[in-house]
């Protein structure tokens, strides 16, 4: 809110300042302000700070720090550690921690080093790296946030559409952090080996190329059939990448399709893989759900997935996040939609952006009201935090006594 972090040198409102907070640091990319042309140097690295911090995860964050000041971690400590980054066993928790940080540093250097080259001969030194490390940290987080409002306010990647280097690095920037550090855990310690790979990481790495291979070829024939093939695939990898959960966008989503629009929501909705630097519902979820289906279809016992049994746990947990994102986004969407006068689809868009986190907007974010806003806000810090998380705390567990009562059917479908 201070003075010292706009460029006008006044004040920023609260409701609008928790906003950009909110959406920082739950790494999700919804601005209500274009962020070049709003925040000043110092306001941008406290944006970038946020950003960091929610991309790693506060859990991971205040370990390496505990770490850093020569603090030990108990064992509840560890337990803690364990769950959010989701570490294979508590034995490995810090070894596991220091391969998150190592990785996000090397990854996000890298990132910024590629992409220098074009924004130097762009900017000049200074702003061209600056703006080269924003980017780059801002895409393996999976933020959103970019610095290019020059261009003009709320353009984010826009005018690089056509630009191979920038557009390749985000991609692999993107995916890299939203593939999930448990996978490259095993792609470091197996290799090319995907048969010694964790049925998780299997299961994420064929997700990941089904999620980008089909919505790029839709995008292909379906949304940019009219320009040129070199811009053709870049423009399609790009937006098959980014709505899981990036939020950079090389076209303007209001130039979609309605279908375009839809599958677009579904992306974001579906989110990249669990312990990574992306939102959404994750795509072990989905592929969770898909085969229970299957299952169901083939009147099978239990669901499998590379020859091995999904537990019913599994199933249930996948059941319960399914329906409350899927809730969250449209019961807040017929919110939004009611208070702004804004038609449904792109409510719709804006709620499944800021649930999944992913931060793509079709331009109404800017001028919603406080009301909007606030509900914006929530829904933001429960996707981040994840509904089942908020709802286990929140609800206190009378006995531990585990009750199961007399079987009856219902008839379903």
Known sequence: MLPISSR????TGFIDALFTSASASCV????????????????????????????????????????????????????????AVSAPNLSEV?????????????????????????FIAEYGPLKGIWLSLFSSISAFC???????????????????????LIVIVLVILILTGGLGFLTWMDIKKHGLKFYKYSTQSKLIIFMEIVLVLVPMVYLWFGEY?????????????????????????????????????????????IGGAPGSTAGGMKITTIAILFFTMITVFKREKSPAIFKRRITTEAVYGAIAVFMLDVMLAVFAAMAVSRIEGVGYL???FETASAVATVGLSMGITPRLTIASKIILIVIMYIGRVGGLTLVFAAITRRST?????????????
């Not at 399609?236 to 980014?242: G, K, M, R």
Request: charged share 15%.
């Open 94 to 118: 810090l070894k596991y921690t220091k391969f998150i940080c190592i990785g996000t540093v090397i990854f996000e250097l890298a990132g910024a080093v590629l992409m220098s080259p074009v």
């Open 28 to 83: 999700t990319g919804l601005v209500v302000y274009d962020t070049w042309s709003h925040w000043n140097w110092f306001g941008q690295l406290i944006i970038l700070s946020l950003i960091q911090i929610g991309g790693m995860g506060v859990v991971t964050m205040t370990t390496i720090l505990s770490r850093i000041v020569g603090r030990k971690l108990g064992l509840q400590a560890r337990a803690t550690m364990q769950e």
């Open 8 to 11: 006008s040198g006044e004040w």
């Open 346 to 348: 792109k409510a719709l």
């Open 142 to 164: 999976n933020a959103g946030f970019d610095l290019n409002g020059e261009y003009g306010p709320f353009s984010s990647m826009v005018p690089y559409m056509d630009n191979p």
């Open 401 to 413: 006594v585990n009750k199961q009562y007399p079987a009856d059917n219902i008839a379903v479908g």
């Open 225 to 269: 059939e009219d320009l040129p093939y070199g811009q053709r695939f870049l423009a399609s990898l790009f937006q098959a990448v980014t709505p899981r959960t990036a939020g950079f966008n090389t076209t303007d989503y209001n130039s979609f399709s309605d279908t375009g629009v839809i599958i677009t929501i579904i992306l974001m909705l």
